[in-house]
């Protein structure tokens, strides 16, 4: 009623002498005419203009009441934004800090590939030198054994030519192990490189989700909160 300048009282009290809101909707209901105790208006009209029951305001209105409870839901749903948002960066931190450690650990393993690489191959070089080295002792005992100097001219060329296909198998192979340990290695730094990124991704998929959220949370409790200052106020009018 308040909405109309009007009190329920002033109908009831003022053109109903002793009586009552409840009187006078029963008595509408019940078929009376209160026509001449509402100088010409209708029951319709004090019905509407009651929206707001009781003397000076109040929430007794199912209108108000509902306009609060929308307004406390929707405020509530602002601070559960909040939460949500955090929760929601928290686990997209997790995940590119799961994905730099994966990265590392798959760096590390083919940095230890590439170090594995080069140690095999150097020592298969050993190998190769040593079996030079044994070929060329037989190679000594059998002139020695023809009665041929072996430092004379055919026997020292086929010791040198011996120790140089020896030591050319020995450049190849530690070419081809440096080679191999470069790739692992590029590799490894791409990994490390890919790991960086996705976390920093992900600090910045954070960060977006915490400023979304924030800004859907001020929106809802703004919104949520100008509703019940709203009801409040038009209920007190």
Known sequence: MAEYGYETDTYTGG??????????????????DLSKYLGGGSFEG??????????????GGAGAIGQVGQG?????????????????????????LMQQQRAEFN????ELEAKSTMMAA???????????????????????????NVASGVAHQMEQQTRTYAKNDVIALMANARNAAWGKSVSAWDARTQGRMAKRASEFA?????????????SDIGEGTMKVVQAIAGAGG
């Open 15 to 32: 053109y109903m002498p002793g009586g009552t809101w409840g009187d006078a909707q029963n008595a509408a209901t019940q078929g009376f």
């Open 46 to 59: 004090m019905f509407q203009q009651g929206a707001i029951f009781g003397k000076g305001g109040g929430l």
């Open 72 to 96: 406390v839901a929707q405020i509530g749903s602002g601070i559960g934004s909040i939460f949500s948002g955090m929760a929601q960066a928290k686990l997209q931190r997790e995940r590119g």
């Open 107 to 110: 760096a590390k393993m083919m």
């Open 122 to 148: 150097s020592e298969q070089g050993k190998q190769i030198q040593e079996a030079a080295g044994r070929i060329v002792g037989q190679q000594k005992a059998g002139y020695a054994a023809q009665g041929v």
């Open 206 to 218: 954070a960060n977006s989700t915490i400023l979304t959220s924030v800004g859907r949370s001020v």
